[in-house]
């Protein structure tokens, strides 16, 4: 009998130890995982030289259940005598046996316990495949399955079960995630994983066309209650696309497999968003049909300051001198739009899948900012150019709006009970289109006008679209029973084009199209890409995945003002490896992986639209961005005792030619940014995600991450600017629940962030929380959820300094946040459990995709 002591150290926030006990050879740990005996009643199994091995199988599907608990029991009693827990193929091992009569029992959390009579010889005995049927329990019209826990650890991924966390209940998906493992959701939106941007983010395991630009923008459109959980994934295999230097992200909505006509409402009301959702499901034998609908609008104040000294601008006369700029914005935004899905499920046959899926997005807002602008030289009383640059007061009105969808086909054969064989063909088409506009009054603070009229007048219109073709097929053979080759190619097919235009007017009020600053650009992308992955045991305790991927790339872009196109062709050998060990305590794993990836970039970098609208604080993309190559070497260390797990992540990455932003200060004193293949970027971090249950009733999940990062660039340094920044950044995040008597639960979250280490500068430390009561009413049918979000904190101050050697800036913004919100929902429908057919999906996650600021352009 031995002990296990789990201290889970994550900052003060979780300062209290975990102690748990697990006695040698009860099964424990796992997800799933029932309550061990107690150490004072297990008996030690009798030693010999017996094996026995099975597979853990869902009765209906076939497919493995990964980590049942399978305990070995003596022909009579009850008392366990060993023990362990399946893998995520569903195998399971029992070794030093004594020849004799046993019984196997078989349970993990939904499905109906099963007792298998099993005898042991002397040497190995493969139990047939034990098959687990769905279990229910009935409270009135509706059907209440086991739940599952806040995070899951699995061996390739972590898991945020969203669904059982009160505080997302009318929030976004930018709200979900910032709760998720190793994952870090800044107030404006900007999305990291383990310090990296480069994060591709799938829904349902597929590409979406809602997040293929502005990803800050799409997760506001995206609400927390059609969530069911957020899968984090730091080393995929070489099956997914180069997903670079991050991982991959998943996005898991909610759908069931339930018989009958059946679905839910909802309906949430906040000081700062709002939102309203509608489900409707239903199935009957081979056939069963799916759809959602979401509506939802935000209200977002906002308050900026920038200030900024410019080196070398020039004046009137032709001096170089020093410019001091002051702005103050005062403005506030509003809007909302509406997505839903709809999806269609056929099996014409038990080896035969076919389905159909149909999502549309749609979204719209709208920005009134009031600018006050200053700007002074130490020497010389105006600065070149014209007056439109001096001092002045600005009244903007920005508009946005997006519409977009996905059409998803797919067809899956298998092959026989538990036969591990199967063949998916996928194809998908996705459109995005969205349109930005900005109208711009502006009134000279020196010479104004009588008669109140603007001196100076201007507006854009920038209509992009980005449609993607993709055709995959995926082949999995088994080789022998524990070996595995996977192997499949796809096939995608981008085209964006972007058309921007520029008129101004000054006061006299006659406008014109600027044609420097108007144009037409076509890009279009193709990618070929093959894979193939070998997994198998080494020994007994080992087990190796190797893979490789090849990609070639096809680039080519033009204006149509433009004579030459810009072209570019490439192919890419991408290998990925992962070594893991399976240890002596059941469920607990030792990892070691390196990978290459590929992240091109999207629209949102390449768009070469100049944005204006502030003509002192510029943003352009840059159409001759290349792909970007990463190295990623991780060792992660996960365990399970009872109903704890602490997962341990030390990782390193390389990338030598990165995107990075560039602020470029001209000689009239605006500054420029945009982007380029311009550093070498070196990361050494560690993760911890702990999760334990103090109380039968309390659990709390926490997550510390700290990374050093440097980042070179030796073409800025040539050209004089600033190219050089490191430092150590770090986060923390908890995550506490508890649950009361009659369907009441109480949930906290809070995070902390250190400041962001950018190539030219550094961004503020920031901090959130939230709290969120829960009531479960009508018989359990509906629930009614109150939160706050920040309620002791009128606002998160963001500050962003930036040092390019020529301009000294900091920029200061005030999200106001603070927020309560009211929510219910309501399941209706005559239920009956399914367990649902496992399902393959699209992954297109090469691309490196935008930050905060425009769906689709900088």
Request: glycine share 10%; proline share 5%.
């Amino acid at each position: 009998m031995k002990h296990t002591y789990l201290p889970l150290l994550l900052t003060s926030l979780l300062a209290t130890p975990a102690l748990a006990q697990a006695p040698t050879g009860v099964p424990a740990g796992a997800p799933g995982a029932t309550r061990s005996t107690p150490p004072s009643l297990v008996p030690v199994a009798p030693k010999g030289t017996g094996r026995l091995e099975g597979t853990v199988l869902d009765a209906t599907t076939k497919k493995p259940v990964e980590y049942a608990t399978v305990a070995l029991l003596p022909a009579t009693g009850e008392t366990p005598v060993d023990g362990t827990v399946a893998d995520d193929r569903g195998r399971f091992q029992l070794k030093g046996l004594a020849p004799g009569s046993y019984r196997l029992q078989i349970t993990f959390i939904g499905y109906a316990a099963q007792t298998v009579a099993v005898t042991v010889t002397d040497g190995s005995t493969t139990v047939p495949a034990v098959a687990l049927a769905s279990s229910t329990q009935k409270l009135g019209e509706v059907t209440v399955t086991g739940e599952r826990p806040v995070v899951e650890s699995k061996p390739d991924r972590l898991v945020y079960n969203a669904a059982q966390d009160a505080t997302n209940r009318g929030g976004t998906a930018a709200d979900v995630l910032r709760k998720a493992p190793m994952l870090s959701v800044d107030p404006d939106g900007n999305l990291q994983l383990n310090g990296s941007a480069n994060v591709r983010v799938l829904i349902n395991g597929k590409p979406s066309a809602v997040v293929s630009g502005d990803l800050a923008q799409a997760l506001k459109q995206l609400p927390a209650d059609q969530i069911k959980n957020v899968e984090v994934i730091t080393s995929p295999s070489a099956k997914y696309d180069g997903e670079g230097s991050g991982g991959i992200v998943n996005i898991v909505l909610k759908e069931n497999n339930l018989q009958g006509i059946n679905g839910n409402v909802g309906l949430a009301v906040g000081t700062r968003n709002s939102n309203g959702n509608l489900g409707l499901n239903a199935r009957k034998g081979k056939l069963s049909l799916s759809s959602a609908l979401n509506g939802w609008s935000f209200y977002a104040p906002g308050d900026q300051e920038v200030d900024r000294t410019d080196l070398n601008v020039r004046n009137k006369s032709g001096m170089l001198t020093t410019g001091f700029l002051r702005q103050r914005n005062d403005g506030f935004g509003m809007g909302g739009g509406g997505n839903g899905r709809i999806g269609l499920d056929y099996e014409p046959a038990p080896n035969h899948a076919l389905s159909l899926a149909l999502n549309g997005s749609l979204f719209r807002n709208r920005f009134d900012v009031d600018i006050d602008n200053t700007y002074r030289l130490a020497e010389g009383d105006q600065v070149a150019g014209t007056a439109r640059l001096g001092n002045y007061e600005r009244e903007t009105m920005q508009k946005f709006r997006t519409q977009s969808y996905d059409l998803t086909g797919t067809y899956t054969r298998t092959f026989g009970q538990g036969n591990r064989r199967e063949w998916t063909v996928l194809a998908q088409h996705s459109r995005n289109r969205n349109y930005r506009f900005y109208d711009v009054d502006q009134f000279s603070l020196v010479d104004a006008n009588a008669d109140g009229t603007p001196d100076f007048q201007e507006f854009s219109p920038n209509t992009a679209r980005n449609l993607e073709t993709t055709i995959q097929t995926d082949y999995v053979l088994p080789i022998k029973e524990k070996q595995t080759l996977e192997f499949g190619g796809k096939l995608i097919k981008r085209t964006v084009e972007s058309d921007y235009r520029v008129s101004r007017a000054e006061a006299d009020g006659i406008f014109a199209e600027e044609s420097t600053l108007t144009n037409v650009y076509n890009y279009n992308q193709d990618v070929q890409a093959g894979y193939a992955t070998y997994a198998t045991p080494l020994g007994k305790s080992y087990n190796v995945r190797l893979g490789a991927r090849v990609e070639r790339t096809e680039l080519q872009g033009n204006f149509q003002n433009q004579d030459k196109p810009f072209g570019l062709e490439f192919t890419n050998l991408l290998p990925n490896v992962a070594l893991t060990r399976n240890l002596k305590q059941p469920g607990s794993t030792v990892r070691l992986s390196y990978s290459r990836r590929i992240q091109r970039p999207s629209i949102f970098y390449l768009n070469p639209y100049r944005n204006e609208s502030d003509p002192r604080n510029i943003s352009v993309g840059n159409q001759e961005l290349r792909a970007e190559f990463t190295d990623n070497l991780e060792l992660n260390w996960n365990t399970f005792v009872k109903s704890s797990v602490l997962n341990v992540t030390l990782y390193t990455r390389q990338t030598n030619n990165a995107i990075e932003r560039i602020n470029k200060t001209e000689d009239d004193g605006r500054v420029v940014a945009t982007y380029g293949n311009v550093a070498r970027n070196q990361t050494y971090g560690l993760n911890l995600f702990g999760s334990f249950k103090p109380l039968p009733k309390w659990d709390i999940s926490g997550n510390v991450s700290t990374y050093y990062v440097y980042l070179f660039s030796q073409a800025l340094t040539d050209l004089g600017q600033r190219g050089k920044n490191s430092g150590v950044v770090y986060s923390a995040n908890i995550n506490s629940g508890y649950k009361f008597d009659k369907g009441l639960s109480l949930q906290f979250f809070g995070m902390l962030n250190s400041p962001r280490i950018q190539l030219q500068g550094k961004s503020s430390a920031w901090q959130m929380y939230s709290i969120g009561l829960r009531k479960e009413i009508l018989k359990g049918k509906g629930d009614f959820t109150l939160n706050a979000d920040n309620p002791f904190t009128r606002y998160v101050k963001l500050v962003n300094d930036f040092n390019n050697g020529f301009s000294d800036s900091r920029n200061t913004t005030f999200i106001y946040n603070r927020g309560v919100r009211a929510a219910f929902s309501y399941r209706f429908g005559k239920l009956e459990n399914k367990p649902q057919r496992p399902k393959r999906s699209i992954r297109n996650d090469d691309q490196k995709a935008g930050e905060s600021g425009g769906q689709g352009q900088p």
